[in-house]
């Protein structure tokens, strides 16, 4: 049999990872230098049925997500959902099935059940930006693979090339794809069977569009669907219109009925198949629209086709739906012309905009892990039309399944987006930003918000009840009065119109996501932008950020100890179900948060440079900086366990069954907090947190740090491997100086070392969620969660943490280096920052470079450059290839000036001498 090429193309064997094998696939490099992994066939045929075995196949406006050789698309404007869905009991399927048939029987499913008989052959890519399946017999051969064309566009392409190489076969053949127009809407209460999808009505049409066949439909809400596009609403009452349109092929029938197509022969027979050309029928039956089309194809042949939505036209207008279809199409094209490689010009994109490079030679296959990451990250970029802002989801399993829709919390996409602070096209850091500012929801003039029992009210100065009007609430719950919600769902929902969920962190996320976004890349005009928040005022970024640090004050407020107020939970959602008190409303009233005060310890440092850097009043920076230090000599007076050598976890208030948590083990992230936060430089801990976290944490497990080995807490979850709290070790770690751990801490909350570890379980192979079972666990290295992949935390971790591998930190006027590993060579390179260390028998030149961005004004700063301890001086820094005068530290720094000038790079060049 001839070989055929792949659709997109080949895997550059040669190219492949020292140890990037593992049991379910393994890591290489494609012909355009990106990495793909290539499952294993034989043990994916082990989780056929499972529907988590999945690839995100995405852009920046659309995500598809692959399974076993099908997908479905999500887009998010009208709130989270899947426009085609699978429903097998109304005969609905996802896109991507097809078969070869001779006009009465199958000859090829390409499908991953129906092919685990030995003479079939089926592999499997997932790649940045496409998905490939090959399925082959000693006569057929399909090859289809699933594109999503880097930039802001509603669509793919579905390409496949088909090879006969027998030529005994007298009959035409005809390929039939399944494209599959089932909505699914991704939210609480609804499911294939029976949400939001089953009580829709379709109408397709095959019209023409710049000389292209396509077949565009228009779906219908339900009755009771009565929001308007201005609404926050439980269900999308304008469903975009869908399209199919052909561009290679020849479409000889076609069918819109799911049922009628498939019948009682199913995914692996469908009727029609067997009665040889389809119905030419787009008539859907009620509730189970679904489409399929067949091409006449010879031995070698082509099809290709774009599906996607139309972003803005009303479900009703056919007129508009074209109008503005025609628009997109010809914009796509003049972007990727159709006589082009449109794969290989995406992929030449991607590779372009990989946020960080790193080249370090004991970590052979870090690069390619990272330019993974920096493609994941991403493709989980979708489109908010209710707050009219690009947004980052942290999708796992609260999005798809457990909370279907959840977009949150909100500390979870603040943290993500840090992952887009090197890249070349911040927007969407900025964008996260502002749709968070946009969630708040502030008090009328002249009232305040308080804490109740079950949420939070705005209080007149006589005590009245002066609540801005509610979210649209039609499944009860608790009000959502004031402050940030812990997440959205459905289109626009705060979530606390659903479940009485009240973090105590959500403010000091903010703060600290605006700051480190500002300082990084020197955008202070971003702080004059304005939003209109939720509640309707139109506010400046720095009027959103000053309303939560006084929430911070006066909402969270300070307990006896003078420790932040613990509230419902704080960054540990559910924590106090896992601690055990016998009573929450005890801790819910009087408890506090080490974490969250650890936490502000950083915080307000980076919140007080913001201001410094925006030239606020001294008394303004003042107040930031005296409550930061109070904080700090609360830590260090009432949680830090001296004899144990770590700082507690929390008060849960006063007697023998609350009391303090945390003397019997180890929390990390208040610990890493700590560290962070400089708390332990106040009292001289540093050494004996860092010991204990080592001894405790880092080393009894061969993946990240344990989260918790306390025995106080009830579910083993709390004990195992979190990223949330990896990630601010690794921080704590670099701005620590202590290099070699933050390294190594980094590996170990890598995808490469979890699957060589753990090659038993797929989770943490490709992609992974948001949580390991530790050691402790009764499975250590899987997943308490049933969607074990695709969670922003695994992807995300790697890369906002590189930074912190050379303690790479801003302040109002100053970039702090601490680059204190022990490696004799290295680069990490970025759009906005890089640093490579080349060393030679007699000395070493560290060679750096800083690039603010577009945004940034002209200024000079100060370059504080900590030297690892074997160096003994530094002979000469010249900055932009101009020698500059450098001044040593008494604690082991340089300084020297260096000016920026917005996306100007300004190079700087360390010479130094071994001791």
Not at 282 to 294: C, E, I, K, T, V
Not at 731 to 742: E, T, V
């Amino acid at each position: 049999m001839a070989v055929m090429q792949w659709v997109v193309f080949a895997v550059v064997s040669v190219a492949s990872f020292p140890g990037s094998s593992a049991q379910f696939g393994s890591f290489s490099l494609d012909a355009n230098e990106l990495p793909v992994f290539s499952l294993n066939q034989s043990l994916a045929w082990t989780l056929a049925e499972s529907a988590y075995f999945t690839h995100q196949v995405g852009n920046d406006r659309l995500v598809a997500m692959t399974t076993h050789g099908a997908f479905s698309i999500r887009q998010d404007e009208g709130g989270p959902k899947l426009v085609n869905d699978a429903y097998p009991a109304a005969g609905q399927y996802r896109a991507g099935v097809s078969w070869l048939s001779d006009g009465s029987t199958i000859l090829l499913t390409t499908h991953l059940p129906a092919n685990q008989s030995s003479d079939v052959q089926f592999e499997q890519q997932y790649g940045v930006g496409y998905y490939t399946k090959r399925t082959s017999t000693s006569e057929f051969e399909v090859a289809e693979t699933v594109t999503a064309p880097f930039g802001d566009w509603p669509l793919l392409e579905w390409a496949v090339q088909i090879h006969e190489s027998s030529s005994d076969n007298n009959n035409q053949v005809y390929y039939t794809a399944n494209v599959g127009q089932r909505f699914l809407q991704l939210r609480e209460g609804t499911s294939s069977a029976d949400g939001f999808g089953s009580n829709l009505t379709s109408t397709t049409k095959k019209l023409s569009i710049l000389g292209y066949d396509v077949f565009l439909t228009l779906t219908s809400p339900p009755d009771t669907c009565h929001c308007t596009p201005q609404d926050r609403c439980l269900d999308d009452c304008n469903p975009r219109p869908t399209f199919v349109l052909v561009l290679t092929g020849n479409v000889t029938s076609y069918t819109g009925s799911g049922p009628r197509f498939f019948g009682k022969g199913g995914l692996f027979a469908p009727d029609m198949l067997a009665h040889g050309s389809l119905d030419n029928d787009l008539a859907a039956d009620p509730a189970s629209n679904g489409l399929s089309l067949q091409f006449a194809v010879g031995s070698d042949a082509s099809v290709a086709l774009l599906l996607g939505y139309v972003i803005e036209s009303p479900f009703d207008d056919w007129d508009a739906a074209l109008t503005e279809l025609a628009a997109t199409l010809d914009a796509y094209f003049k972007t990727y012309p159709v006589d082009s490689h449109m794969p290989t010009t995406s992929a030449t994109s991607w590779l372009q905009s990989m946020t960080w490079r790193v080249n370090i030679s004991t970590l052979p296959w870090a690069d390619a892990e990272v330019m993974w990451h920096s493609y994941n990250l991403r493709a989980m970029v979708t489109y908010d039309d209710y707050f009219q802002e690009h947004i980052l989801n942290q999708a796992g399993e609260y999005l798809y399944n457990t909370d279907h829709g959840f977009q949150g919390a909100a500390r979870d996409p603040l943290a993500h987006a840090f992952g887009f602070t090197f890249s070349k096209d911040e927007t969407f850091y900025r964008q996260v930003l502002r749709y968070t500012l946009k969630e708040i929801r502030m008090c009328p003039a002249g009232s305040t918000c308080h804490t109740i029992s079950n949420g939070t009210i705005c209080l007149t100065p006589d005590g009245r009840d002066a609540n801005p009007p509610a979210p649209r609430n039609p499944i009860g719950g608790s009000r959502a009065a004031c402050g940030i919600p812990w997440g959205i769902y459905a289109r626009g929902m705060d979530f606390r119109t659903r479940q009485n969920m009240w973090p105590s962190d959500l403010q000091q996320w903010v703060l600290l996501s605006v700051s480190q976004y500002v300082l990084a890349t020197r955008d202070a005009a971003f702080l004059q932008e304005t939003v209109v928040v939720e509640s309707g005022q139109t506010v400046t970024v720095q009027e959103g950020l000053d309303y939560l640090y006084q929430q911070f004050l006066g909402l969270i407020g300070f307990g006896k100890h003078g420790l932040c107020h613990l509230m419902l939970f704080d960054h540990n959602d559910g924590f106090l179900d896992n601690v055990m008190v016998p009573n929450k409303t005890v801790s819910e009233t009087v408890g506090e948060s080490v974490m969250n005060t650890a936490m502000a310890t950083r915080v307000l440092d980076k919140y007080a440079q913001l201001l410094t850097f925006a030239n606020a009043s001294a008394s303004e920076v003042a107040n930031v900086t005296h409550t930061r230090q109070a904080l700090i000599d609360a830590m260090n007076r009432f949680t830090y366990n001296a004899t144990a050598g770590w700082y507690r976890r929390a008060w849960l208030g006063p007697g023998d069954d609350y009391g303090w948590v945390g003397d019997g083990g180890v929390w990390l992230e208040p610990n890493a907090w700590a560290l962070l936060g400089e708390v332990t430089n106040a009292v001289n801990s540093t050494n004996a947190v860092l010991a204990s976290i080592d001894t405790h944490n880092r080393k009894p497990s061969p993946i990240g740090a344990v989260f918790s080995t306390d025995p106080r807490i009830a579910g083993l979850v709390y004990s195992g491997v979190w990223y949330c709290g990896n990630w601010v070790l690794i921080m704590a770690l670099g701005h620590q100086s202590q290099g070699d751990q933050a390294l190594n801490e980094w590996a170990k909350n890598s995808l490469h070392v979890h699957s060589q570890e753990y090659p038993e379980y797929y989770t943490g192979q490709w992609s992974g969620p948001d949580v390991y079972y530790s050691i402790e666990g009764k499975t250590p290295g899987d997943s308490p969660i049933p969607y074990r992949l695709h969670n922003g935390w695994s992807h995300t971790t790697p890369l906002i943490t590189i930074q912190d591998l050379v303690g790479l930190d801003w302040t109002a006027n100053e970039l702090v280096l601490r680059p204190s590993w022990s490696e004799p060579q290295f680069n990490l390179s970025s759009h906005r920052f890089g640093l490579s260390l080349a060393s030679s028998s007699t000395g070493a030149v560290y060679t750096g470079y800083v690039r603010p961005g577009a945004r940034a004004s002209t200024e000079t700063v100060t370059v504080k450059f900590q030297l690892p301890k074997h160096f003994v001086m530094v002979i000469t820094v010249t900055v932009d290839g101009k020698t500059v005068v450098f001044t040593p530290t008494d604690d082991g720094y340089v300084t020297f000036p260096a000016s920026l000038a917005g996306d100007t790079l300004t190079e700087f060049v360390i010479t130094c001498m071994w001791c």
